[in-house]
């Protein structure tokens, strides 16, 4: 199978642990390919919440999931993911982070490098021991590259004893491809 970009590469690290996971997170739904990857993939009792902060990016994601008969398993959130701890106190299996702007809608509203970083922070408390989170940065724009720079100076500083932090990127394409970051929580802090 052919490696195209990091969405796919995220899903295909997150794949094999879904069948277990009870509670993932999609905390930038955007048009909801990857809230319906999570909920079509996981098992009947997981429960998936996926956050946006654009009501269209909610709609979009309400009708695939209406479409694939998946929308009893996910709780939609018109809220900005630097929220999440508001709404979710459980441990968190897997995270999803796909960066950037809603692609086909306005470009001028990006996700933030200081509300991304509080949503990390979050999440990475909640997630479990072995649980698992995926991050594509955009670096080919100028907002995009601040927040990618951002992002990985933060995850440079997880503790390794705890977080095991790796980066995933094509490396002949032009234009700055897009960054995956995967971390995995190896042990309680």
């Known amino acids: 199978m052919a490696v195209v970009n990091a969405t796919q590469m995220a899903h295909k690290f ?39 902060i654009q009501p269209h990016a909610i709609a979009n994601t309400r009708l695939l999931l209406e479409k694939h008969d998946f929308s009893h398993k996910v709780r939609l959130i018109l809220d900005n993911h630097a929220n999440i701890a508001n709404y979710i106190s459980h441990p968190i299996d897997i995270a999803m982070f796909n960066l950037g702007y809603l692609p086909g809608g306005d470009h001028s509203k990006n996700t933030c490098p200081e509300t991304t970083l509080q949503a990390l922070k979050q ?18 724009y100028e ?47």
Do not use: C
Request: hydrophobic fraction near 40%; charged fraction near 10%.
């Open 14 to 52: 997150i794949l094999p642990r879904l069948a277990n996971a009870t509670l993932v997170i999609d905390a930038t739904a955007g048009n909801g390919n990857d809230t319906l990857f999570l909920a079509k993939n996981s098992s009947a009792e997981t429960t998936v919440w996926a956050f946006d």
């Open 143 to 189: 907002h995009g590259k601040m927040e990618t720079a951002a992002v990985h100076q933060y995850l440079t500083t997880l503790p390794q004893q705890t977080f095991t932090v790796a980066s995933w990127t094509m490396v002949n394409q032009v234009n700055s491809p897009p960054v995956l970051y995967i971390i995995e929580k190896r042990r309680s802090e």
């Open 123 to 140: 999440t990475l408390q909640l997630i479990t021991v072995g649980g698992l989170l995926t991050i594509a940065t955009y670096p080919g």
